[in-house]
């Protein structure tokens, strides 16, 4: 699956570079967990939660079966 999530991801990527920003993936788990990473603008975008809900999560849960929430690792130690 994690081969599958990186291909949806480079799709994101052209979104989130056009703001100065780009994704990291972090971990996939057994029970279809994606963990990423904002990076760049993101990172600090008052608005990153709603661009991981809104755009990444949806995007992947779309595109890669078996995908059942996104998580952003920085977020969860911020």
């Known amino acids: 699956m994690r081969q ?5 991801l480079e ?3 052209e979104f989130l570079r ?3 920003g780009d994704i990291e993936l972090v971990d ?3 029970d279809g ?3 990423v990473k904002l990076l760049g603008a993101c990172a600090g975008c008052p608005f990153s ?7 990444v999560e949806k995007t992947l849960m779309e595109e890669v079966p ?4 996104v998580e952003n690792v920085a977020a969860l130690t911020a």
Do not use: F, L
Not at 49 to 55: E, I
Not at 66 to 69: E, P
């Open 49 to 55: 939660a709603q661009t991981v809900q809104m755009r």
């Open 18 to 20: 056009m703001d100065g």
């Open 66 to 69: 078996g995908v059942t929430k």
């Open 11 to 13: 799709k994101i990527r």
């Open 4 to 8: 599958e999530v990186e291909k949806a």
């Open 28 to 30: 996939v788990s057994d």
């Open 33 to 35: 967990v994606v963990q």
